[in-house]
């Protein structure tokens, strides 16, 4: 059970770790046994309390017992106090426990089980923060997906970055997991991409073709005449029409699929360019056409017959999702005979579970959000555990520069890409920023904090603080400082020691829990309040020019705390400079 702290930035997990709450757990039921026993329903409950000076840890079990054992919860709450002295409670782990308010039991970690936490810390390096709940499973997490019809967008990005940092979080949880990209290159969508680089192309073989005006207002485009009303605008398909062009290649112009071939080639590697730049390796990619190729497709549809969940009217195909659920049903097949993108997803989603994956990521964006569930529940209506699909949806991400939303490209197109947004800020700024916020929170990307250089940008916030203790660190080796010899820690003991230990004593339960909920926002919040709490321990306590001992003490903690932010910061995918 992991207590929660209402933060400046949000929902963090922090003091108290998961075993020191189990141990107590064992403890009070051990009491509460003596006691007369609990209800077979009892939960017992821990939570953070709100002033640091009630203590680490409260429990409400004396209230939540009071009508079971027919006494008062303050009665209670003495009783199981004097029953947790009496077994005793072990002190290198709980200091004490109160009773305060109708019958609240509030606990302190003892300082030697904190100096053994900040010890185990420095020890495990570039390891602490790791943890084991997936050892030995399998995880894939699917995310950008896009298909290869223009560059990545700021939209895709957030997408990219979401779905990479689920990754990087599960495998620190043990997990061992594969980042997949699934894309379709032979629909509507791809045709039309052909057809507009087939236009560019023949403007290239007869620079006096005549032309036509296409798109509304400032995006209005001046087009060769053959270009598909509908078609993609971007400068891009003029490079690439160029591009085909000018490698003198003879192309049959009746041979539409070379077009597109050609655009699909130059952008998927202008995407893996993108993602490379990100940080972000896909392990594989996942070909929608397959799933027609091997006729899983016409089969699920057959399955669905079969089990009275699939019917013909109006010329369509329609899945019967008013079996689950829904007030209507929906269309499978179109009329035209062309399925609607549900029944791919529901072969895609049945494979990815026969290939034996344990946890199944999706990370979408918020236009999928009332089709998703027929997938999930399509998938469970042929007999697989679709319990293993988690789907992520993300809200859409708006630029905005001096309170303002605003479009960066200078391209004749609807969209910034993701390239323009990191040409702008730089890597680490665009990834932390689309990770600051829950991903059901739509996201304003302010261009002008992304840019400042001061403690209200919180990536710059983070980063500066990791490069001011290696700062710190080099001015002690500088002067000679001993940094080899093991610290006193016991010489620990201003209160903003003891708060900053017990905040670094929380990176394995936020990387957890982001991991288990799908939610990196907690680590980068987390994060945060790291740095917050280290700047308060270095306006109170001085390190250099103190006495060699105490020096020596704050180093390790000053190193410990440099220790969190990297190993934090890497999991997001963001560098934690030694200088600035």
């Known amino acids: 059970m992991a207590n929660e702290l209402r933060g400046t930035f949000g929902s963090i997990f922090i003091a108290v770790p998961v075993l020191m709450q189990a ?47 027919k006494r008062g919860p303050k009665q209670i709450a003495d009783a199981i106090k004097s029953g947790l002295e009496t077994l005793p409670l072990d002190s290198n782990k709980i200091s004490s426990v109160e009773v305060a308010g109708p019958g609240f ?24 923060g790791q943890t084991h709940s997936g050892d030995g499973k399998r995880a894939l997490v699917e ?53 507009s680089v087939k236009a560019r192309f023949m403007a290239e073989l007869d620079p006096k073709i005549a032309t036509k005006m296409i798109g509304e207002g400032e995006e209005k485009v001046e087009v060769p005449v053959p270009f598909p009303e509908d078609g993609y605008l971007g400068d891009y398909i003029a490079e ?84 689950f659920g829904k007030e209507a049903d929906t269309v499978l097949v179109k009329s035209t005979g062309e399925p609607t993108y549900r029944l791919p997803d529901i072969g895609y989603h049945i494979d990815k579970i026969e290939r034996g994956y344990d946890r199944i990521v999706d990370v979408f964006g ?16 042929l007999g697989y555990d679709a319990d293993r699909i988690e789907v992520i949806i993300y809200q859409f991400v708006t630029l905005v520069r001096s309170g303002q939303a605003v479009k960066m490209s200078t391209r004749k197109a609807t969209y910034v890409t993701l390239d323009e947004l990191m040409d702008e800020v730089g890597e680490d700024v ?24 001061s403690d209200t940008n919180p990536v710059f916030y983070l980063q500066y603080a990791h490069a001011r203790i290696q700062s710190i660190l080099r001015k002690a080796d500088d002067i000679g400082m001993d940094r080899k010899s093991p610290a ?8 903003t020691e003891i708060a900053l230990i017990k905040m670094l004593m929380g990176l394995p339960e936020n990387i957890s829990k982001a991991a288990e909920l799908g939610e990196p926002h907690r680590l980068a919040n987390y994060l945060r309040e790291v740095a917050v709490a280290f700047t308060q321990f270095y306006g109170s306590c001085r390190i250099i020019g103190e006495a060699e001992n105490v020096a020596g003490a704050r180093m390790a903690l000053a190193s410990a705390t440099a220790q969190v932010l990297k190993n934090g910061l890497s999991v997001l995918g963001i560098s934690a400079p030694d200088r600035m």
């Open 23 to 69: 141990y107590l757990h064992r403890q009070i039921l051990l009491v509460l046994e003596e006691m007369g026993g609990v209800p077979s329903d009892f939960m017992l409950e821990f939570q953070q309390p709100g002033n640091p000076e009630h203590g680490d840890l409260a429990c409400n079990a004396a209230m939540q017992l009071a009508r079971h054992l």
């Open 105 to 128: 039991l509030n606990f302190r970690i003892s300082n030697a089980y904190l100096f053994d936490s900040l010890s185990d810390i420095l020890s495990a390096g570039l390891a602490y």
């Open 366 to 381: 918020a236009d999928h959000i009332a089709t998703f569930p027929d997938v999930v529940e399509g998938v469970r209506a």
């Open 143 to 195: 995310f950008v997906s896009a298909n290869p019809t223009g560059p990545l967008t700021v939209g895709h990005g957030r997408n990219a970055v979401l779905g990479d940092t689920i990754a990087r979080l599960l495998q620190w949880t043990g997990y061992k997991v594969e980042r997949e990209y699934y894309f379709n290159d032979a629909g509507r969508q791809m045709r039309v991409l052909g057809e």
């Open 430 to 453: 665009t990834r932390f920023f689309f990770l600051m916020r829950s991903p059901n929170t739509h996201l304003e990307f302010d261009l002008d904090l992304a840019k400042e250089a």
């Open 240 to 323: 690439i029409a160029k591009e085909l062009f000018d490698s003198g290649e003879t192309v049959d112009l009746d041979d539409t699929d070379r077009f597109k071939r050609a655009a699909e080639q130059k952008i998927f590697a202008e995407i893996g360019a993108t993602l490379t730049r990100m940080g972000i390796h896909m392990d594989s990619y996942f070909n929608e056409r397959s799933l027609y190729d091997s006729g899983q497709i016409w089969q699920i549809i057959e399955r669905f017959r079969e089990k009275e969940l699939a019917y013909d009217k109006d010329g369509a195909i329609w899945l019967k999702t008013t079996a």
């Open 488 to 495: 006193d820690l016991s010489l620990l003991s201003h209160q």
